[in-house]
């Protein structure tokens, strides 16, 4: 189904300024990944979401503390906008103990249960049988819960993803699935490699609602959202959303994105959806430049603090070799 423009649920103002709290904080985030990784501060592997900013953000104001969502290596987005503490977060980057999980995960893995950010997967499209396991654990109990499957356009090409729509169809599950479609999948071009032109067609063959959505408009995002994750509450069954957007960068830091068109990134990054958004709240007056700006600078000095606290961190020793591998005994 496609969204109508006169059905669209519209964002409050303290939403839209959420979001772009959100935005900018992964903009940020992007910016400093990106210097401390080429400074040789962290060694890691990076892969950017910058121009999919407003797809998470526009989720994120949707979903309770406790809500879940489960994301991919390409994900870091993703976790900023549920929640999970970026020191933690970047401690984790940088392989420290203070990290979500001690330092043994790695950018790829970061988990965060508390925020509800339930794994992060190196495996394309295996969010997605994950989010619909957590989904069922959610119906059984009976806790209201949704669960978020973030995955993208590659993954829908793979078993996992028909299995887990058709699976969280028949059992009615509260959980979206949401493909970020960034138009490549690691070096191949969407058109090249998946026989339909929607994915979000897709969705027909489950009996469950297909939305097509530009991923970069902040009020068609919120809305797709809105109505899947409030459709999921409800017990009335699982969505698929298909957010179209743009990777600005290669498929990982240090990939030149020689494979994709100049004009299309031209063009892309023309329509940055960041700026675009700073400039849609001031023309409505929803913010002034200096609300912004004090924004954007409160987001820039989290980013920095994280990092530092990060370096600052031991790092995991070898008694934690064998730990977290297999159940321990508690004491008394």
Sequence with gaps: MELQAGNRARPSDADL???YRIVVTILKNDEHSHRVIKSGRVIAPYYSPRGQEIIPAAISVNLNRDDYICTIYRGTHDLIAKGVPLKDMWA???GRTTGTCKGKGGPMHITHPASGCMVTTGIVGSSMPIATGLAWASQIKKDKRVTIANFGDGASNIGAFHESLNLASVWKLPVVFVCQNNLYSEHTKFANATAID?????AAAYSMPGVHVDGNDPF????AAREAIERARAGEGPTLIEAMTFRFNGHLLGDASGYIDKQEMATAKAADPVPRFRKLLLEEGIAT??????????????IREAIDYALSGPWPGREELRRDVYAQELSA
């Design 92 to 94: 984790e980057i940088a």
């Design 17 to 19: 300024l959420e979001m």
């Design 198 to 202: 929607k994915i979000s067609d897709r």
């Design 220 to 223: 068609e995002m919120y809305a």
């Design 289 to 302: 430049d200096e609300q912004l700006t004090a924004v954007e600078v409160a987001a820039d000095t989290a």
